[in-house]
C-alpha cells in the first residue's frame, strides 16, 4: 500500500522552466489547479498576454486528490441553498453545474483528451432512517426543477449498507490529473507562459499595474487570477472567516470489473465512491469519515479507519491519501472580485468539496470577467454577496475552529499518539520539531505555519507537517506543498 494518490501514478509531465526573471503580461494567473488551467484554457484565444505559475508543479495540489466525479447531485446543496437563497438562485445553481459537466464533455472531446471520462450515473444515498425523509425532499426539489430523479432502497455495490437512494443521469467521471496537464498541454501550444515551483509571494497595486514577486523575479500584469485554493493574504477578504476547512480519507483498491455509477451518503460520517479503469487496471475509489479538519488530527487512526473499512469490503487498498476543502458559510463558492467593483483582481475559490465543477466554472466565470465579456452566473457567485456570508452561527464557528487548535496546539506539543520519531525540541530560542526517520536521518523544521503562526501537527501515514487551523502542509524538510501558508518552515542548523 503506497500513500500516495492514485491520480499522480505513473503520469508524466514536462516540467516547465521556474520563472528567474521580471517579465511583463496582460494578465496573471495565479495556482494551476482546475481553477487556474481552466481560466488559462478559456482565455488562450484572445490577444492577451497570459502567464500561469504555481508554487509546485501543476496539477498536484488538491485537484490532484480528488474523488474526480462531474456531478450536479452534490449531497443536498439544494435543500441547504433552498434555506439561505431565493429559488431563482437555487435554479441558477443547479443550471450552472450542469452547463459545465456539459462544458468539460465539449473540452473532453474537441480536443479528444484522453482523461477516462465517462458519462455515468450519480448517487446520493442512506442507510439512516433520518436521512431519508431530507432525501426525499432534495428529490422532490430536483423534479420541481425539470431533472429524472430515480429512486431506489439500495445501491449497486456490496458492502455499504442503504436504506434509500436517489440517482440523475447526465453526470461523469474522470482521472482529473489527465485532464488538468492535457488543458497544461494546449495552453502551452497556444503560446501561454506556465512557470511551475515559482511561488507568488506578494501581490502589490503600482497605479494600474500589479506587481507580482516571486522569489527570483517580479510579473508586471494589468490583470491577476488567483486559482491559488485557500488565499495566501489575509486582506480583502479575511478568508478564515468566510468558511472552514473539510479533511476526508481516500483509497483506490483495484478490482475485476467496474460498475458505472457514482455515489455519496449523506449522514455525518460520510463515504463516497466511485470506480475508475485505465490501459492497465480497474479501481474502486472510496472516501470516507469528511471531518473539520481540526478535529480528529490523529491521521494514523483516521487512515486506519479507512484502511479497516475497505477491508471489511473485501478489498485491499492500494493507494490512500487525504485531501480538504473549503466549505464556504452559505455553501456557494465565492468566484469574482476580490475587491468589489475591480475586476483587476479576481479569485475563484470555496467549491465546498464540489469543485471539478465549481473549479471549472469559475476558470469560465474568471476568463469572462477578464475579457469582460457577460456571464450570467457572476452575480451569483460574487464574493461580495452580502446575505448569508456574515451569518451569526458561521462566523464564531469559522472562528473557533481557527482558534482553539490554535491554543491546543500550542499548549500540548507531545501529541500522545506520535511514536518515538517526533520529537519536539526548543534550539536557539526556536520552536523545532523533528522527525527522524527509518535510516536515523533528522529532518528538522520549525513547527509553526507563516501563516498565522498555529503549530503544526505530524501526518504520520503521509509524513507531512499539517496546519490543523487552516490546512498548510509541508514536507519533512519543511517545503510548503499546499497553502495558504507562501512560505517554507525549513530549519538549517547553524
Ligand atoms: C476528499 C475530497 C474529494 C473531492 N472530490 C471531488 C469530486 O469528486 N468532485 C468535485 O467536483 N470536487 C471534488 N472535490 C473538490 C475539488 O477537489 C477541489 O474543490 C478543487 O480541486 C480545488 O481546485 P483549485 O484549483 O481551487 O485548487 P488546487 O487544485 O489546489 O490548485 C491551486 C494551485 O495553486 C497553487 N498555489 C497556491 N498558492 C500559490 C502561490 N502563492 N503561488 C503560486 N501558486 C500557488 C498550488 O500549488 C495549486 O497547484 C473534492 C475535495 C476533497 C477534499
Known amino acids: ?53 504555481d508554487k509546485n508543479l501543476v496539477a498536484h495540489g488538491v485537484s490532484s486528490r480528488t474523488t474526480g466525479k462531474l456531478t450536479f447531485l452534490q449531497e443536498l446543496i439544494y435543500s441547504k441553498l433552498n434555506k439561505k437563497f431565493s429559488t431563482e438562485h437555487v435554479r441558477m445553481y443547479l443550471d450552472s453545474q450542469i452547463s459545465t459537466i456539459k462544458m468539460v464533455k465539449d473540452i473532453v472531446e474537441t480536443n479528444n483528451i484522453s482523461c477516462d471520462f465517462n458519462e455515468v450515473d450519480s448517487y446520493v444515498f442512506t442507510d439512516e432512517e433520518k436521512e431519508i425523509v431530507k432525501i426525499k425532499k432534495e428529490k422532490e426539489l430536483l423534479e420541481q426543477m425539470g431533472i429524472e430523479v430515480n429512486e431506489y432502497n439500495d445501491i449497486p455495490v456490496q458492502g455499504i449498507p442503504a436504506k434509500y437512494a436517489i440517482s440523475v443521469g447526465n453526470t461523469a467521471v474522470f482521472h482529473p490529473v489527465k485532464y488538468l496537464l492535457a488543458l497544461k498541454d494546449i495552453c502551452l501550444n497556444r503560446g501561454i507562459s506556465i512557470y511551475e515551483n515559482t511561488n507568488i509571494l506578494d501581490i502589490i497595486k503600482k497605479d494600474s499595474l500589479y506587481i507580482c514577486k516571486t522569489p527570483h523575479g517580479n510579473i508586471r500584469c494589468s490583470k491577476v487570477a488567483l486559482a491559488c485554493h485557500y488565499p495566501f493574504f489575509l486582506l480583502p477578504l479575511f478568508f478564515p472567516l468566510r468558511g472552514h476547512l ?45 471531518h473539520i479538519i481540526e478535529k480528529n488530527i490523529n491521521e494514523e487512526n483516521n487512515f486506519n479507519n479507512l484502511k479497516k473499512e ?61 475579457l ?108 510548503c506543498i499546499q497553502g495558504p501558508s507562501n512560505y517554507n518552515i525549513s530549519y538549517k542548523s547553524k
Not at 455509477?261 to 460520510?270: E, L, R
Not at 471489511?312 to 466549505?327: A, R, T, V
Not at 500522545?416 to 523545532?432: E, H, N
Request: glycine share 6%; with cysteine.
Open 1 to 53: 500500500m503506497e500513500n500516495t494518490t492514485l491520480w499522480l501514478k505513473n503520469i508524466k509531465s514536462k516540467e516547465c522552466p521556474k520563472l528567474e526573471h521580471d517579465i511583463n503580461v496582460d494578465v496573471l494567473i495565479i495556482g494551476g489547479g482546475i481553477t487556474g488551467l481552466s481560466a488559462a484554457y478559456h482565455l488562450k484565444d484572445s490577444n492577451l498576454k497570459i502567464a500561469l505559475v
Open 246 to 290: 473539510e479533511r476526508s480519507y481516500l483509497s483506490a483498491s483495484i478490482v475485476k470489473n467496474i460498475k458505472k455509477f457514482s455515489a455519496i451518503n449523506t449522514s455525518v460520517y460520510s463515504k463516497s465512491l466511485r470506480y475508475h479503469s485505465d490501459s492497465k487496471n480497474s479501481y474502486f475509489i472510496y472516501l470516507n469519515g469528511s
Open 310 to 370: 475497505v477491508e471489511s469490503l473485501n478489498l485491499i487498498p492500494k493507494y490512500m491519501w487525504s485531501n480538504h476543502d473549503i466549505i464556504t458559510n452559505d455553501f456557494l463558492p465565492y468566484i469574482g472580485c476580490v475587491k468589489s467593483g475591480d475586476n483587476t483582481l479576481l479569485i475563484g475559490t470555496g467549491y465546498n468539496t464540489w469543485g471539478m465543477t465549481n473549479g471549472s466554472l469559475a476558470g469560465k466565470i474568471l476568463s469572462d470577467m477578464i
Open 372 to 479: 469582460e465579456q457577460e456571464n450570467a452566473y457572476i452575480p451569483l457567485f460574487d464574493p461580495h454577496r452580502r446575505k448569508n456570508i456574515y451569518n451569526l452561527v458561521s462566523i464564531p464557528a469559522n472562528l473557533y475552529y481557527s482558534v482553539k487548535p490554535f491554543i491546543e496546539n500550542k499548549l500540548i506539543k507531545n501529541k500522545s499518539w506520535y511514536s518515538s520519531d517526533v520529537v519536539f525540541k526548543q534550539i536557539d530560542g526556536k520552536s523545532l520539531a523533528i522527525y527522524i526517520d527509518h535510516n536515523g536521518k533528522k529532518h528538522m523544521v520549525y513547527n509553526k505555519c507563516p501563516h498565522m503562526k498555529c503549530n503544526l501537527v505530524f501526518n504520520e501515514p503521509e509524513k507531512t507537517w499539517d496546519c490543523p487551523c487552516h490546512g498548510s502542509r509541508f514536507s519533512i524538510d519543511g517545503e
